[in-house]
């Protein structure tokens, strides 16, 4: 459902004299030392849990020493090194549907493969598996193939649904007493040592910082033109704080640099870095919902940085923290908000919570279009989206489009028709803009 491209940061192109920014080159080094300590995490005696992004306990995890890993990001990861395909097939193989979701079939295939990682590495079997259920029900699946396959113990952590919109405090407290009747014990157990709440609160108060930083990177692209893309750069963005850093000196340090360097840019009228370099010039204003397609990854986003086609805003970049709607993890209410955090991730909210945030957007970000990129596996994103598109649409008056993809299954990424149609669309909006349609 959520994963965030962690190992090849944009390449600008030769032609163009640019390099990286620091934040890449940084965020690069962050997390490629963080698959180095997995892969010989058994050796140095480390304990591993293996849990998923919306919705995860990284700094609970941190506070007890025990190393995270997302099998979510292990998926992606193959799919943008063109690896899935030859995995998802050795999972059909075994007998899954093509209809399940293809993180899944792809982290099944690549166990059943080896489990060799991003770093070409062997990753290390899990301890445990944190099971946070947070609007996905194949994440119960998905960890009940893996306890199968090897024989760890699975802890559940059950976040009730949004259905009315709104956290209720008997909503909090259902997730806080399972924190410390289930999850806290058996990750204390696993740790051999009892969780420090002093630390923990000190790791809270880091993500604090971070989270702050990454909002008013969010916000730069109010400005015009937008100094980011907050869709397909996005997923740059939020490696470090949806993964395995969140709660982290190095996470605080890699914010401050990305919005120091995202200001700079705004205050420069730069607009952001593409696959090709800079963007030279902003001609349209997207939110997108949905998850990208990863193994045709640039290709999809060349689709609109060479029409000059920037997104502004979108929900993908979301589904870890909602933290531009004002939250914040809190160090003085530390199980508190760690509930209200899992409580608060995007596929938690019901169609209505998603439609007017996505109104939201579509109006703060004073965007031209909105467009979904609807993935074939995945259920907690598209069911409903047609709906929403019709509703953003007679809400907005910005015209909708809609594209079909997947995320790590190359076979249902067509090239030609969704840049055929990404065309179209841009095209309408072209149209409008000179018939002075508002």
């Known amino acids: 459902m959520t994963t965030i491209p962690i190992l090849d940061p944009v390449k ?7 390099s990286k920014d620091d934040s890449q080159v940084r965020q690069k080094e962050m997390i490629g030392d963080h698959f180095e300590r997995l ?39 193959a799919g943008m090194r063109k690896q899935s395909g030859a995995f998802i097939a050795e999972a059909e193989k075994l007998g899954h549907s093509e209809d399940v979701c ?54 559940m952590l059950h976040v009730p649904y949004q ?23 058996a990750l204390e157990k696993l740790a ?43 997923v740059y963005y939020i490696g470090p704080i949806f993964s395995a850093f969140r709660g982290t000196e190095e996470a605080v340090e890699y914010y401050k640099l990305l919005r120091a360097e995202v200001e700079e840019r705004m205050a420069r009228n730069e607009g952001p870095m593409t696959p090709d370099g800079p963007s030279t010039k902003e001609r349209y204003r997207l939110v997108i919902e949905g998850p990208p397609n990863w193994t045709s990854f640039t290709d999809f986003w060349r689709m609109f940085s060479r029409e000059g086609a920037t997104v502004v805003a979108s929900t993908y970049t979301r589904v870890g923290g909602l933290y531009d709607d004002g939250f914040r993890h809190d160090p003085e209410n530390p199980l508190e908000s760690l509930a209200d955090y899992c409580l608060g991730c995007y596929t938690n909210h019901s169609l209505p919570a998603r439609t007017a945030m996505i109104e939201k957007y579509v109006r703060d970000y004073e965007a031209d279009g909105f467009l979904i990129n609807s993935v074939k596996s ?51 909006l072209e149209a409008r803009k000179d018939r002075g349609a508002t």
Request: proline share 6%; glycine share 10%.
């Open 163 to 185: 259905g009315e919109g709104k956290v209720t405090p008997e909503m909090r407290k259902y997730v806080v007493d399972q924190l410390e009747r289930d999850v806290i014990p």
């Open 192 to 234: 051999g040592k009892k969780l420090d709440m002093k630390d923990l609160a000190r790791r809270l108060d880091l993500s604090r910082q971070a989270e702050d930083d990454l909002v008013k990177v969010w916000e730069s692209a109010k400005h015009r033109p937008s100094p980011i893309d907050g869709y397909f750069g996005g």
């Open 102 to 155: 293809t993180y899944v079939k792809c982290d099944i295939g690549m166990m059943k493969s080896g489990g060799i990682g991003p770093t070409g590495k062997r990753l290390p079997e899990p301890d445990l598996l944190l099971l946070s259920y947070t609007g996905c029900f194949t994440f119960m699946k998905w960890f009940e193939l893996l306890r199968e396959q090897y024989n760890c113990p699975v802890v």
């Open 12 to 18: 600008p192109a030769a032609s163009t004299g640019s």
């Open 39 to 77: 892969s010989t995490a058994k050796e140095d005696g480390r304990k591993v849990v293996y849990t998923f992004v919306p919705g995860n306990l990284t700094e609970l995890l941190r506070s007890l020493d025990l190393l995270p890993v997302l099998p979510e990001i292990n998926a992606l990861q």
């Open 378 to 428: 995945c259920n907690s994103f598209s069911a409903g989206q047609l709906l929403i598109l019709r509703e953003i649409e007679k809400r907005t008056g910005v015209p909708g489009g809609f594209v079909e993809s997947d995320l790590v299954d190359p076979r249902y990424f067509g090239k030609a028709n969704i840049e055929n149609r990404v065309q179209s669309y841009l095209q309408m």
